[in-house]
T-cell receptor
């Protein structure tokens, strides 16, 4: 079992470009969470998805951010027209029927 | 607003000393997690505390939970340099999250153990 796979590990984007972050949950897990960690801060909830559905996006910024978890393939967190303030580590976590998470290794986004 | 507060935020201690990190939360929760994060790395699960009075120990770390006081502690015994990391607590506010199981993380405690 490969665990929760996130890619890329590091991503550099220029201001105004798009960033796509991918998360493949653990085998058998159908619940995916995205969290953002700004430098020197704790993790903040962004969005919770199940296959083909967004369940809770209360932590997502209203503009430029979107997430999906299609029937086939990984979950995608998409950030359009990135700004310097989007620079952060983005962590994905998945769970099965229990409440406990498994975290991925994260994607570190740097906007230059 | 749901809050999870940790203190201290920064902790520098000598090897061999004992210390406690505190995690206070503002909502009812029947479950609390402790994680360790090394610089540039992901989160490593340390403890899951499931009920009032729960105590778990692993090596030099011991965690406890008091749900009535809404307080968890992470006690470090005879610290060693390898324990240097950032420690986070996280609350699963079952009632407020409407079954979504989204965690609320504390601010983190950055621990540095000096040789």
């Amino acid at each position: 079992n490969a665990g929760v796979m996130q890619n890329p590990r590091h991503l550099v984007r220029r201001r105004g470009q798009e960033a796509r972050l991918r998360c493949s949950p653990m085998k058998g897990h159908s619940h995916v969470y995205w969290y953002r960690q700004l430098p020197e801060e704790g993790l903040k909830f962004m969005v919770y998805l199940q296959k083909e559905n967004i369940i809770d996006e209360s932590g997502m910024p209203k503009e430029r951010f979107s997430a999906e978890f299609p029937k086939e393939g990984p979950s995608i967190l998409r950030i359009q027209q990135v700004v310097r303030g989007d620079s952060a580590a983005y962590f994905c976590a998945s769970r099965g029927t229990s409440r406990g998470y498994t975290f991925g290794s994260g994607t570190r986004l740097t906007v230059v | 607003e749901l809050k999870v507060e940790q203190n201290p935020l920064f902790l520098s201690m000598q090897e061999g000393k004992n210390y406690t990190i505190y995690c206070n939360y503002s909502t009812t929760s029947d479950r609390l997690y402790w994680y360790r994060q090394d610089p540039g790395k992901s989160l490593e699960s340390l403890f899951v505390l499931l009920s009032n009075g729960a105590v778990k120990q692993e090596g030099r770390l011991m965690a406890s939970l008091d749900t009535k006081a809404r307080l968890s502690t992470l006690h470090i015994t005879a610290a060693v340099h390898d324990l240097s990391a950032t420690y986070f607590c996280a609350v699963d506010p079952l009632r407020e999250s409407s079954g979504t199981y989204k965690y609320i993380f504390g601010t983190g405690t950055r621990l540095k153990v000096l040789a």
